[in-house]
């Protein structure tokens, strides 16, 4: 794999969630919901995905593995599909989530596409920036989401315990998350 130049733009995020479980999504079949709903999990991963990216087989196999380990414990995998980086997940959401089932038998739950950048950012990504080390204090700015997989660790209360960079295989991070079910 080529190695990936990630711009660290800044940028001011406005009206930024107080809590992550006031923040309401689309599910991949186009129903609202809010994140309340899954307050009950110890542990949260939230990723923005896509289909063509480098990384998309090793980073969906391993959100699976994690998933199919750890989902009786109490964690949960949040998939929001984006196409802002190189226009990488530029497919229907119908097709994502074929693409996403078949190939990967995935049974976490997967999103309608959103924005995780610039002026269209979702709610949910601004809450993340500014919660996690994307958020620098001193400046009271924020770094732009770097790449596709993009992935945050929640802990029940709905705080930001960690983020890890695209590169960072899920498999990775499985004693941060037996940390949190435990």
């Known amino acids: ?7 660290k733009k800044k940028e001011k995020l406005e009206q930024i969630p107080t809590s992550l479980w006031d923040i309401t999504v689309f599910d991949i079949d186009g129903h609202e919901m809010k994140l309340s709903e899954f307050k009950n999990h110890k542990a949260l991963i939230i990723v923005n995905v896509a289909s063509k990216c480098e990384l998309t087989r090793s980073q969906y196999k391993g959100l699976v ?18 196409n802002q980086f190189w226009g990488q997940e530029n497919k229907c959401e119908l097709d994502i989530k074929a693409f996403v089932t078949k190939k990967f038998n995935a049974k976490f739950k997967l999103f309608s596409k959103i924005e995780v950048n610039g002026p269209h950012c979702h709610p949910l990504y601004k809450y993340l920036r500014a919660e996690s080390k994307l958020y620098d204090n001193a400046k009271k700015t924020y770094q732009e989401i770097p790449w596709n997989f993009t992935k945050f660790l929640v802990n029940n209360e709905g705080k930001v315990v960690n983020m890890y960079n695209p590169q960072v295989q899920p498999e990775k991070i499985g004693n941060d998350i037996e940390a949190l079910l435990n």
Request: charged content about 25%; hydrophobic content about 45%; some cysteine.
């Open 1 to 7: 794999m080529g190695a990936l130049i990630f711009k």
């Open 65 to 82: 593995t994690l998933h199919e380990k750890y989902r009786d414990q109490g964690l949960e995998i949040l998939a929001f599909p984006c």
